[in-house]
């Protein structure tokens, strides 16, 4: 069974799946901006921000909507009018204490007064609203002696060694108050240290020849080298595969090795041969990519999980050439392994082309999601609640994307990190308040204010390591600063899914479905959805494919959960499999897609995020489904809204699924599946098995007047003179007619094959002086000589 995480399981604080719940959050949509912040300020009076968004409501919307509909486009005073707007109004509001920010529309150069209350400043020592902050004490790692800070992501250990010791501190969870654990080492130079996933053995990298070990509780340790010397070590992880324990990569592949602490050795299991310019790894999805080639974007996939060890597919990454036409080369820091949503993925940076690339993991096949924008030379990635956290490092901000939502829209306007939890002086006087306010790096060092400084590495999920100051610091995601329509709207999915799921009473599910449709017909007669959509047109910046590509269930063991051992897709996308699951061809091509903007959910969106993820992740009798999808189409029928064919599609492939073809044939005949061409190909692929479904299918074929399509599946079903007339009769002059001779041909049948020469001979013009009259005439004439000898 598939085990994926649900949709909103961590994009929201709010976990309830409760009836009430649902019925408030759709209920949400429907109302005014500042009807959903009076809830929220009778809820908590006591909180500034929100006493803030109470009378400051109707700017903060005006501010958003010029936000929503200008992004991604990031440009100096973008907005300016719209924020001055919203500065003024909170500085009026704020009683107790001055916010003053002072801002330039996306440059957001935020400075000024924080109120005592308020314990957050951010990358310019300002308050100010974000929705990503680090929470202020770091857990300081300096020690004296140290020679660098080595992240063990198996254990979630900080190490920093000095000449004769390991000290190591626990981020999971994380305390920065937590004591280092120490542990002794001989004197020698660490280039890398991992603790075995026991914590009883430390692995020390010495050189690009040499590992050693230690036991923690004997002392005793012993070295493992590269034989041939031309071999170097990039580096190693250790894993809970049972084949092996330890793997070590090296420019010529891959050793497996399994630890003999009794021998003092370790034993080789098995050599991958590959040629590896570097590696990245994460012991969360326990899968590392080797890259090769001459621009380091070729890459081999082996995944080390207790389930045993997976091969992935061979697979090139996609990187623009430079205006010069030079290649660029992919570096290491330029790739993440990411698990969201219990998906795995691997994110590539193309500098070039300045897109951030991202691709998805299955048992045979690497599929190219989509690409999305970046604004900063610098960039690095986090993963915060299953939120994909893209910081443009030069511009100090951070963009928030929802990946399973498939949209090149973000979740919320660019803002910047913040800084959270400093400690202020509690003088008596508001006075004095203020001025410690005004200085924040008062109360703290130089190095703990320092924002994005030249050596912070960003560790995947949510760490940050400051390397010259010894810091950690943990990312947080606040999303009650986000847009509120936007949260309700996901919020709205993502509990009508995990209903679903739940396999809550259909009535409930109906009712629910009833309020979302009510709210989409209601936002088009007043004309609010249509202008919260901006179409992106030829030039969209956001490549990708379908939302929820259907894929059988398999299991991609490890840390998370993936699926698939079959991937569909369309030929509109243009991508194929090769022969052997060798390369995927990782080209999308561009679709036009419309940002959406708007609070109320259309049936598009329905299919998207819900049914199709449900589809993909229910297991079991699909007969309930298939009623939550008789009752959705029920509502828009009763709304006269209409429903693309996706939706028929799937309830004609769960009905097939489960041999109900009476009822499927039922629902078609009474039009309660809208007809469609989708419908009836996908008629005639589930009535492979059942005549009377695919009659149906060539039914609605003709009665759409597909006359194309309704000839080649006569053909493929055999009738070839049916065919024939039909196409005369209504002249349908697409169909070549080689199709019906060779079709002919095949059937060995040499009556068959002349009475469809003498078609075409007498009703095609010109037919006869073509190449396949000729050559069909003297196939025909040594069938006819075959069978008089």
């Not at 704020?94 to 935020?110: A, D, I, Q, T, V």
């Not at 623009?320 to 590539?348: F, H, M, W």
Request: aromatic fraction near 8%; include cysteine; proline fraction near 4%.
């Amino acid at each position: 069974m598939t085990q994926q995480l649900q949709p909103s399981a961590n994009l929201f604080h709010s976990r309830k799946t409760n009836h009430q719940l649902f019925s408030f959050s759709l209920t949400i949509q429907c109302i005014p901006l500042s009807s959903i912040v009076e809830m929220k300020e009778r809820s908590s009076s006591s909180s500034t921000l929100r006493r803030i968004l109470v009378n400051c409501a109707a700017q903060a919307k005006e501010y958003g909507g010029c936000v929503a509909a200008k992004v991604p486009e990031i440009e100096r005073d973008m907005c300016l009018k719209e924020f001055l707007s919203l500065k003024n109004c909170m500085q009026n509001t704020h009683k107790f204490n001055s916010l003053n920010l002072r801002g330039e529309g996306f440059g957001l150069g935020m400075s000024g007064k924080a109120s005592s209350s308020q314990l957050s400043v951010s990358s310019s020592g300002s308050g100010g609203l974000s929705h990503v902050y680090i929470q202020h004490p770091p857990l300081r790692c300096n020690v004296p002696g140290s020679r660098g800070l080595f992240y063990d992501d198996g254990n979630k250990l900080l190490c920093s060694p000095t000449s004769d010791q390991v000290f190591s501190w626990k981020t999971a969870p994380f305390v920065p108050l937590v004591a280092p654990t120490s542990d002794l080492i001989s004197e020698g130079p660490v280039l890398s240290i991992r603790y075995s996933l026991d914590t009883k053995i430390i692995a020390v990298q010495r050189t690009s020849q040499e590992i050693q070990f230690f036991h923690r509780e004997t002392g005793q340790n012993f070295c493992h080298k590269c034989k041939p010397e031309s071999e170097s070590i990039l580096g190693f992880f250790w894993t809970d595969c049972p084949q092996c324990h330890f793997v070590l990569v090296k420019n010529s592949g891959l050793d497996l090795l399994a630890c003999d602490t009794e021998s003092k050795s370790l034993r080789l299991v098995k050599t991958r041969k590959l040629n590896v310019s570097w590696y990245v790894y994460t012991h969360e999805s326990r899968m590392v990519l080797l890259a090769s080639g001459m621009q380091c974007n070729n890459f081999s996939g082996f995944q080390f999980s207790s389930a045993g060890i997976v091969c992935l597919p061979k697979f090139e990454m996609i990187m623009a050439k430079s205006e010069a036409n030079s290649k660029p080369v992919l570096a290491a820091e330029d790739v993440y392994i990411a698990t969201i949503y219990g998906r795995i993925y691997c994110l590539q940076i193309d500098r070039v082309a300045m897109l951030l690339h991202s691709y998805r993991f299955y048992q045979d096949a690497v599929v190219q999601q989509g690409s999305l924008p970046i604004y900063s030379s610098q960039i690095a990635v986090s993963v915060v609640d299953n939120v994909l956290l893209i910081h443009q490092v030069d511009a100090k901000v951070v963009i928030l994307y929802d990946i399973f939502a498939d949209s090149r829209a973000p979740i919320s306007a660019p803002l910047p990190l913040l800084f959270r939890g400093l400690p202020r002086s509690n003088n008596s006087t508001s006075r004095s308040t203020a001025k410690d306010s005004e200085s924040p790096k008062a109360n703290i060092s130089d190095s703990e204010s320092n924002i994005y400084g030249d050596d912070w590495t960003f560790m995947i999920p949510d760490l940050a390591c400051d390397v010259s100051n010894k810091l950690l610091w943990k990312i947080n995601l606040d999303l009650e600063a986000s847009q509120i329509s936007f949260m309700a709207k996901q919020l709205c999915l993502a509990i009508t899914h995990n209903l679903i799921l739940e396999r809550r009473p259909v009535l409930m599910i109906a009712k629910a479905v009833e309020v979302l449709m009510v709210s989409y017909s209601q936002s088009l007669k007043t004309g609010s959805y249509l202008k919260g959509i901006k179409d992106t047109g030829d030039n969209a910046q956001f490549k990708s494919l379908k939302p929820n590509p259907k894929v059988s269930k398999e299991k991609l063991s490890g840390g998370a959960e993936s699926s698939s051992t079959e991937v569909h897709i369309s030929s509109s996308q243009s991508q194929h499999l090769g022969p052997t699951n060798s390369p995927l061809n990782a080209s999308v091509s561009e679709r036009q897609e419309s940002q959406l903007t708007s609070p109320a959910i259309s049936p598009d969106e329905m299919y998207s995020f819900v049914f199709a993820p449900v589809e993909e992740e229910m297991v079991g009798d699909s007969s309930y489904l298939v009623a939550i999808i008789l009752e959705f189409l029920r509502s828009a029928s009763s709304l006269k809204k209409k429903v693309k064919p996706n939706i028929n599609v799937l309830a004609i492939q769960l009905l097939a699924r489960n041999e109900r073809y009476a009822e499927l044939s039922l629902f078609i005949i009474n039009k309660v599946l809208e007809p469609s061409k989708k419908v009836a190909m996908q008629l005639l692929e589930s009535g492979g098995q059942n005549s009377q479904v695919r009659k149906l299918g060539l039914d609605m074929l003709r009665q759409l007047s597909f006359h194309h399509d309704y000839v080649l599946q006569l053909v493929q079903d055999g009738y070839y003179l049916e065919a024939l007339r039909y196409a005369r009769k209504h002249k349908v002059v697409t169909v070549r007619p080689s199709l019906f001779l060779e079709a002919a041909l095949a059937s060995n049948d040499s009556q068959l094959l002349a009475a469809v020469l003498r078609f075409f001979s007498d009703f095609t013009p010109g037919f006869k002086t073509t190449s396949d009259c000729h050559t069909y005439n003297r196939i025909l004439y040594e069938m006819n000589s075959a069978v008089a000898v």
